[in-house]
């Protein structure tokens, strides 16, 4: 039977998190590993607008959008609740911040010379002001109550908020991180590390030539 087919980049934070639910569902795929100089034919007859992740079913479906492929996947197979362990709405809502506000900042701050118009950590302090200190403190309160246990952003599971905000601050502390480090963020330090350091985070990384398909 044929598998589905996800056109990826390793290092893409939209893949990485769609990538994460697939692995977590248990729905194996030949994984397209994209060079981004030279999209392939195929996906971009899937999915004229040429950026991934994209997963093309079996039955022709395709869906190009990274949150809907992460609810695709455990809609089909949940084994630790991510879709459970929290409100859904309330996962919805980090995310919208994640891929909104905060997302323009991360740009901003990886790219600071495609934005002149403000030193590099002016657009670092503003994610942390307005964002990164908002889930910095939720993930300390929870931290004063768990008993030195790993602790979540909606609770002591990890929901749908954690997989898909995880590349992205993943990204953001990749920029620098001996600031990040060193920062007031401790908790969200430990949340990302806690996440970076899991089988399910390192089996979705592993590296695959461009243009190579590799199971999932």
């Not at 809502?93 to 323009?104: C, E, R, S, Y």
Request: hydrophobic share 45%; glycine share 4%; aromatic share 8%.
């Amino acid at each position: 039977m044929a598998l589905p087919l996800l056109y990826s980049y390793r290092r893409c934070p939209y893949a990485i998190r769609a990538r994460l639910a697939l692995r977590q569902a248990g729905i194996a795929c030949d994984v397209h590993e994209v060079a981004l100089r030279d999209k392939p034919a195929g996906m971009l007859a899937a999915s004229p607008k040429g950026t991934v992740p994209v997963l093309v079913l079996p039955s022709g479906r395709v869906i190009d959008q990274s949150l809907e492929i992460m609810l695709w996947a455990l809609q089909q197979n949940d084994p630790q609740g991510w879709l459970t362990q929290a409100p859904l709405a309330d996962s919805l809502a980090l995310i919208a911040t994640n891929d909104g506000p905060f997302k323009v900042l991360l740009d901003r701050y990886k790219y600071p010379e495609r934005h002149p118009s403000h030193p590099q950590a002016h657009h670092r302090d503003e994610a942390v002001a307005t964002v990164l200190s908002v889930w910095n403190s939720r993930l300390q309160q929870q931290r004063d109550r768990a008993d030195g246990h790993p602790v979540f952003l909606l609770g002591d599971q990890a929901s749908l908020a954690d997989m898909a905000l995880l590349p992205f601050v993943r990204q953001f502390a990749q920029v620098d991180r001996t600031w990040f480090d060193q920062s007031e963020l401790q908790a969200l330090r430990a949340w990302l590390d806690h996440g970076l350091s899991s089988p399910l985070f390192e089996a979705v990384m592993a590296k695959a030539a461009p243009g190579a398909q590799a199971r999932a």
